[in-house]
């Protein structure tokens, strides 16, 4: 993925300010920032949900502004904030996924099953979605990322409200995607899961990117927090306030 000179703009507010970033084919590439530091908006406006008002955004060679269709084929969107048709069942809901991306019925449906079954959704494959658990519809909305195969996966907090144990399956099938030459964006809070899994990290604040780089690369002698920390800012060197203490 190729971004170049992403600018959006809400009112007065700039969110994003002239972003470049270059994500390589077959990374694990973490996006880290602050809250309100842009990340949200990067990642709507690189994967055709948020038009920018300047730059462009390519994956694959290819224009997600000028090719929309031909892009959004390209992509597996996990997207922080947006709907699902949560009266469909999660298999009714994969399947419906599925064939949006013009998947033959019978492909659909063993994909569906696998996906269901990876997820530790099987048992919840006939219940409605609006009934899920937070952490279950996180799930439901990753196998529908996933179903059509796409070349690059965009997460934004895959993991929020998750189970460990989930949490480890979905690492494992994270980890063999990018092992066959997939792609793997992730948005995230959490710098050990981003350290832990990552090869790439980006650090963006205030719209701008601040680092960006292999994970080593990015935090040299330190550990990915406190560079991120030095970085943006903002830490309070405090053991908070006398009342709070409890002798």
């Known amino acids: 993925m190729q971004l170049d000179g992403l600018v959006k703009r809400f009112g007065e507010k700039t969110a994003v300010a002239g972003l470049d970033l270059t994500v390589p084919a077959g990374s694990f590439y973490g996006l880290v920032g602050p809250n309100g530091a842009g990340k949200t908006t990067t990642l709507s406006m690189a994967t055709g949900l948020l038009r920018p008002d300047a730059g462009t955004a390519q994956i694959h060679g290819v224009d997600v502004w000028a090719h929309p269709v031909e892009a959004k084929k390209l992509i597996g969107n996990l ?60 799930k439901v909305a990753l196998a529908c990322a996933l179903v059509h195969a796409p070349r690059l996966l965009v997460l934004d907090e895959p993991f929020e409200s998750v189970d460990p144990v989930s949490a480890a399956n979905i690492e494992d099938i994270l980890r063999g995607y990018t092992a066959s030459g997939g792609t793997v964006i992730v948005s995230s809070h959490s710098m050990d899961l981003v350290q832990r899994m990552c090869d790439h990290v980006a650090i963006i604040a205030q719209g701008r990117l601040l680092a960006s780089g292999t994970v080593d690369e990015v935090r040299g002698t330190q550990t990915l927090q406190d560079r991120f920390v030095d970085l943006v800012g903002g830490r309070h060197h405090s053991e908070g306030p006398q009342w709070l203490r409890q002798s």
């Open 79 to 138: 997207a922080d904030g947006v709907r699902l048709f949560d009266r469909l069942t999660g298999e009714q809901l994969v399947t419906y996924t599925g064939m949006m991306f013009g998947l033959p019925r019978d492909e659909v449906a063993a994909r569906t099953g696998d996906l269901l079954r990876i997820m530790d959704l099987g048992e919840a494959a006939g219940t409605p979605v609006v009934d899920y658990s937070a952490g279950m519809t996180k």
